[in-house]
C-alpha cells in the first residue's frame, strides 16, 4: 500500500490514540455520573478539534521539510477535506442516536459511557475496515466504480428520507435482542446487565450500546469510501476518521439540544455523498483539483447548516 505514513508516524499516532481514550475514560471515572453541560462539552470539542489542526500542521511541515511543498499541500488539503467529511457525516450520525437514547428513556447522566463504549469499537472497527480497503483499491482498481454508484445511492436514498425518522421500535436488531436476551425494563445505573428475583437480566442501557455499535458500523459503510474517493492513503484516511470520531461523544451533547435546528443538514450530506461518488466515478477520465473538492463539500455543509438556521428562525 502506498502511504506517506513511516512506521514511527503509525507508532505515534496509535499512542496519541491509546492516551487519548485512556485520559478520556479517566475523565468519566472521575467525575462519575453527571450530565454533560453545554460547556463542557464546548471545551472538549474544542480541544478535539485544536488537535487535528495541529496534527495536520506537523503533517504538513513534515512532508514540507522531506517531500517538498507540493506533496505538503495536497496530503493537508486532503487530510482536511476527508475530516470535514467524516465530521459531517458523524453528525447525522449523532442524530440517529439521540433518537436511542430518547426511545430508552436513557437519562443525560448514563448516556457518557455508552458513547465512550461505542468510540472505542468504532476506531477499532474503522481501523479494520480501512485497512481492508486500501487494500482491496490496491489490489481491484475497479472497486472504485462500485464505491462511486454506491455513494451516489446512498446520497440519493439520504436526501429522500431525510425527513423521516428512524422506526426504532420497528428496528431488526431490536428485535433480534429482544427474542434471544431477557431485557429488563429499568436501568440499574450504569451496569450493562442486573439481577431480578436471582435471574440475570440485560439493562436498557446494554440494548442501547449494541444498538449504537451497529448504527456505527451503517455509517461507516458509508462514510469509509467516501473518504477514500478523496484519498487511497490509508494513513490519511485513518487519520482523518480517528479524529473526527475522537470528538464525537463532546459533539453529542453539544448538538442533543440543537438537533431540530439542523434539519436541513441531512439534504446537504446527500448532496456530499452524490458529489464524492460521482468524482470516484470520474477519477480515471478527469481528477478534480482536491482544493475545489474541498470548497465544493465545505460550501454544501456550511450551505445546508446556514439554512437550516435561517428555517428555524424564521418558522420561531
Keep these: 500500500m502506498e502511504t506517506i505514513g513511516t512506521w514511527w508516524m503509525w507508532s505515534a499516532f496509535a499512542i496519541f490514540v491509546v492516551i487519548a481514550i485512556i485520559v478520556d475514560l479517566w475523565a468519566m471515572q472521575r467525575q462519575g455520573a453527571h450530565q454533560v453541560s453545554f460547556k463542557e462539552a464546548l471545551n472538549w470539542s474544542i480541544l478535539w478539534i485544536s488537535l487535528s489542526f495541529v496534527f495536520v500542521a506537523l503533517l504538513w511541515w513534515y512532508l514540507d521539510t522531506h517531500q517538498g511543498r507540493a506533496v505538503a499541500n495536497t496530503v493537508a488539503m486532503q487530510f482536511m477535506t476527508g475530516y470535514l467529511v467524516e465530521k459531517s457525516l458523524s453528525v447525522d450520525n449523532i442524530f440517529v442516536f439521540l433518537m436511542i437514547f430518547s426511545y430508552f428513556s436513557i437519562p443525560a447522566e448514563h448516556q457518557k459511557r455508552a458513547l465512550i463504549i461505542?468510540?472505542?469499537?468504532?476506531?477499532?472497527?474503522?481501523?479494520?475496515?480501512?485497512?481492508?480497503?486500501?487494500?482491496?483499491?490496491?489490489?481491484?482498481?475497479?472497486?472504485?466504480?462500485?464505491?462511486?454508484?454506491?455513494?451516489?445511492?446512498?446520497?440519493?436514498?439520504?436526501?429522500?428520507?431525510?425527513?423521516?425518522?428512524?422506526?426504532?421500535?420497528?428496528?431488526?436488531?431490536?428485535?433480534?435482542?429482544k427474542r434471544h436476551l431477557p431485557i429488563s425494563k429499568q436501568l440499574d445505573g450504569e451496569k450493562l446487565t442486573t439481577r431480578i428475583n436471582g435471574s440475570k437480566f440485560y439493562t436498557p442501557l446494554f440494548v442501547v450500546l449494541i444498538m449504537i455499535g451497529v448504527t456505527d458500523i451503517i455509517f461507516a459503510v458509508d462514510s469509509i469510501p467516501a473518504i477514500f474517493a478523496i484519498t487511497a492513503d490509508p494513513f490519511i484516511v485513518l487519520t482523518a476518521n480517528v479524529f473526527a470520531i475522537l470528538g464525537l461523544r463532546a459533539l453529542y451533547f453539544l448538538l442533543a439540544d440543537l438537533a431540530n435546528r439542523f434539519h436541513l443538514l441531512a439534504y446537504g450530506l446527500a448532496l456530499v455523498l452524490v458529489f464524492i461518488g460521482t468524482k470516484m466515478l470520474m477519477i480515471d477520465f478527469y481528477k478534480i483539483p482536491i482544493s475545489v473538492a474541498l470548497l465544493i463539500t465545505a460550501g454544501l455543509i456550511a450551505g445546508s447548516i446556514f439554512a437550516s438556521l435561517y428555517t428555524s428562525r424564521k418558522q420561531s
Design 118 to 177: 461505542g468510540i472505542i469499537g468504532a476506531i477499532v472497527l474503522r481501523a479494520i475496515l480501512i485497512l481492508m480497503g486500501a487494500w482491496l483499491l490496491e489490489s481491484f482498481h475497479w472497486l472504485l466504480y462500485v464505491f462511486g454508484v454506491f455513494l451516489i445511492v446512498t446520497g440519493i436514498k439520504m436526501w429522500i428520507s431525510a425527513d423521516k425518522k428512524p422506526d426504532i421500535a420497528n428496528n431488526p436488531v431490536l428485535k433480534f435482542l
